[in-house]
């Protein structure tokens, strides 16, 4: 199927600009989505098998999970989960609809098997997104965890970015398995901002008391809250980042967003935040130093240039207990959920 993907289907969505092959793969995935009985038939083609595993409480069916910008308003969460994700992230999703940058916004680099994008959260609201999860893939329902990515909206104030984020985490609240504070999104101005000290530590404050509301008024567990960093970030940065994090009950840290910078060999004069193969070892060097920060006692979610089970062992093997992917998905297509996880169980079984 992989084999199939990759000489028939990619160059057939590669003939169209990237946000166009989105958007037709989006649509295809969506209409699958409002019919169990495929969904169920993909789920039981691809067999893709289990390898359990606990964070912040969450029981997941494996290690590799969806990240946020593939399916950013919740469209085929059912889906993904039947390709043998372990958890998809939705989003980023802010609270009331915005269109984003203006077009085009989304650029490949074939030959370095990444992508730019600079799409500035485009998305249809939350309370949108609240309905169509609700229908689609309810809580009780899952498969595989619902991880919901939040930001701020590109009008707001940055001194007023805490009641975007706070809006977000009660509409969507009762369909999250989690959430991700994305403070990292190099396309929304000012957001990375929100790594310094004097906006972090009321944000997250304020997000904590939020969630602790809810908690005791649906008399339920505090939904886990993780906070998405830049690769961009000085260690010195990331140090202070991780103190306020954990004083504010945060219980995880998904590491990486995308980065501004640009190596020497990538030729492409567009601005907006570079992922895929080119930016694994900078992400790999911050999983390591968060792990070792925190002496390996919260969880780090590794993202950026996983696109086969050596790339995903490193991530795991440098600190991180789950990773996710978007551009090794876009390149390698639907089987490289199962061939990573079956991967990684077969290392798990040999080294035991």
């Keep these: 199927m992989n084999d199939i993907y990759k000489i028939l289907v990619r160059p057939l969505f590669f003939r ?25 038939a993909i789920e039981t083609f ?12 969450i029981n997941f069916p494996n290690k590799i999970g969806l990240a946020a910008g593939f ?3 919740g469209h085929f969460p059912g889906i993904c989960s039947s390709f043998g994700f372990g958890h ?22 074939v030959k370095q098997e990444s992508i730019i994008n600079r799409m500035g959260f485009n998305n249809q609201g939350a309370e949108s997104m609240c309905r169509r999860v609700q229908r689609s ?29 706070l809006s977000c985490i009660e509409t969507l609240d009762e369909v999250a398995d989690y959430f991700t504070i994305n403070i990292s999104s190099p396309n929304t101005p000012g957001l990375r901002d929100l790594h310094k000290r004097e906006f972090l ?36 940065s990331l140090e ?12 995880g840290i998904v590491a990486t967003n995308t980065t501004t910078s640009r190596p020497k060999n990538i030729i492409m004069n567009e601005s907006g935040g570079l992922s895929g193969k080119i930016i694994e070892e900078k992400s790999l060097k911050i999983i390591k130093f968060l792990h070792k920060q925190s002496n390996g006692n919260l ?15 490193r991530k795991l093997d440098a600190g991180a207990s789950l990773v996710q992917i978007y551009s090794g998905f876009v390149y390698e297509g639907p089987l490289l959920v199962k061939k990573i996880v079956k991967g990684l169980k077969k290392r798990e079984q040999w080294m035991t």
């Design 201 to 236: 530590d009321p944000l997250l404050k304020g997000i904590d008391v939020k969630v602790s509301e809810l908690s005791r008024e649906n008399n339920k567990e505090k939904t886990p809250c993780l906070l998405k960093v830049s690769p961009d970030e000085t260690f010195n």
């Design 16 to 40: 169209m600009n990237a946000e166009k092959a989105h958007e037709v793969a989006s649509s295809l995935l969506s209409c699958i989505e409002k019919f169990p009985v495929l969904r169920k």
């Design 71 to 73: 399916d950013k308003d």
């Design 137 to 165: 893939y309810p809580k009780g329902n899952r498969i595989a965890p619902l991880g919901i990515n939040i930001g701020k909206a590109k009008t707001t104030p940055i001194k007023e970015t805490l009641n975007d984020y």
């Design 88 to 109: 998809m992230e939705i989003g980023t999703v802010t609270p009331k609809p915005q269109p984003g940058n203006p077009k085009p916004r989304l650029f490949r680099l």
């Design 46 to 57: 691809i067999n893709t098998p289990t390898q359990t595993t606990n964070v912040f409480g």
């Design 240 to 251: 202070e980042i991780l103190d306020i994090a954990i004083k504010n009950n945060v219980r």
């Design 299 to 313: 969880p780090i979610i590794g993202v950026g240039g996983i696109k086969d089970v050596d790339s995903a062992k």
